[in-house]
C-alpha cells in the first residue's frame, strides 16, 4: 500500500494559505489516554499558524478538556456554558500561543445530541459565525470510541490517529480505525508518538498499516513520528507549547513536517460536503 502523500512533497510552496470560505478542519484523535494527542494537537495548531494560517484550536473533549491549560490559559468560561446558554461562543474563545484562538472544553458533558433541538441551532449558528475566518480547525477530540466522538471525527477533512510504541495504545489505535470505517471516505494518517527512532516509528506504522488492511480493508497513510524528547515534558511542565519553548528540539522538527504535511494534504484535499454541512447533518440531529 503507497502513503498517499509523502513527508517530502510538502514543499515551501505550501505556504500559501487556504481560502478562507473554506475552513478545513484537522481532527486528532486517539484510542487510548496517555498518548500526547491533546500535546499533538496544540503544538500542529501552532505551528499551523506560524507557518500563515489563521487558525483555531478547538478543545472537543467534553468529558475532561485540558488544551486551555497545557496553553498556560486561564478562562473560566468554556463550551459548558455555551451549551448552557449562559454565554455565547464568542464570548468564551482565548488568544492562546503565536496568535491561535483557542476555544476552551468542557468537563462532564459526554453528548452534545441531548441538548434541545433549539440549543443545537444555536451551538451550529455560532460555530458557523465564530469559524468561517479561519484556515484551519484543529479539534482535540475525546479519546475512545464514544459516538459523539465519531460523529465530530465524521466532519473532518483529515483525521490523524496517535499512538505510540506501547503495545496497548497500538491495539486501540487499531481498533479506532475500525471503528471509522462506518464514515464516508475518511482520510485517515497514523502518526507515532514517542518513538525512539523514525526507524521504531516507521515499523510501527507498518505493522498498523498491514493490520487494517487485512482485516477492515481500510487504507491509512503514514503521517510522521514524534520522538521521545525530554524537553516535551518540562515544555508542558511549564504550561507552554514545545514547538515555541524549544523550537530546535527534534520533536519540535518533527511537528513542523507534520504541519507541512498537513497543509499540503488541506490544499490538495477535496471535501465531498462543506464543513458545517457535515456538522449539521453528522453531527447536531437537527430537523
Same mark, same amino acid.
Given at each position: 500500500?503507497?502513503?498517499?502523500?509523502?513527508?517530502?512533497? =510538502?514543499?515551501?510552496?505550501?505556504? =500559501?494559505?487556504?481560502?478562507?470560505?473554506?475552513?478545513?478542519?484537522? =481532527?486528532?484523535?486517539? &484510542?487510548?489516554? &496517555?498518548? &500526547?494527542?491533546?500535546?499533538?494537537?496544540?503544538?500542529?495548531?501552532?505551528?499551523?499558524?506560524?507557518? &500563515?494560517?489563521?487558525v483555531c484550536l478547538l478543545d472537543a473533549n467534553l468529558g475532561l478538556g485540558n488544551i486551555d491549560l497545557l496553553c498556560g490559559l486561564n478562562g473560566y468560561w468554556n463550551f459548558s456554558h455555551v451549551i448552557t446558554g449562559a454565554r455565547a461562543l464568542k464570548d468564551i474563545v482565548i488568544k492562546g500561543p503565536e496568535n491561535v484562538d483557542v476555544i476552551p472544553g468542557a468537563s462532564g458533558i459526554t453528548d452534545v445530541n441531548n441538548c434541545t433541538p433549539a440549543v443545537q441551532h444555536s451551538i451550529i449558528k455560532q460555530l458557523q459565525n465564530q469559524i468561517q475566518d479561519y484556515d484551519f480547525l484543529v479539534m482535540d477530540t475525546a479519546t475512545g470510541l464514544h459516538q459523539t466522538t465519531r460523529r465530530l471525527l465524521s466532519t473532518a477533512d483529515l483525521i490523524l490517529i496517535v499512538t505510540t510504541p506501547e503495545p496497548t495504545a497500538i491495539a486501540e489505535a487499531y481498533a479506532t480505525v475500525k471503528s471509522l470505517m462506518q464514515l464516508e471516505h475518511p482520510l485517515i494518517e497514523a502518526i507515532v508518538n514517542q518513538s525512539q527512532s523514525a526507524a521504531q516509528g516507521q515499523t510501527i506504522f507498518k505493522r498498523l498499516q498491514q493490520t487494517a488492511a487485512s482485516f477492515v480493508r481500510a487504507e491509512i497513510a503514514a503521517a510522521g513520528s514524534v520522538p521521545h524528547d525530554p524537553l516535551v515534558a518540562h515544555a508542558v511542565n511549564e504550561q507552554t507549547p514545545f514547538v515555541t519553548a524549544h523550537p530546535d528540539c527534534p520533536a519540535a522538527a518533527a511537528i513542523s513536517r507534520l504541519a507541512q504535511r498537513v497543509q499540503h494534504v488541506a490544499q490538495h484535499r477535496s471535501a465531498h460536503l462543506p464543513f458545517f454541512t457535515r456538522l449539521k447533518h453528522n453531527v447536531l440531529t437537527i430537523d
Open positions: 500500500m503507497v502513503d498517499r502523500l509523502s513527508v517530502a512533497e =510538502a514543499s515551501p510552496e505550501c505556504n =500559501a494559505q487556504v481560502d478562507a470560505s473554506n475552513t478545513r478542519m484537522i =481532527a486528532v484523535t486517539s &484510542g487510548k489516554g &496517555g498518548v &500526547g494527542k491533546s500535546i499533538i494537537a496544540l503544538n500542529l495548531a501552532v505551528s499551523l499558524s506560524r507557518m &500563515g494560517g489563521r
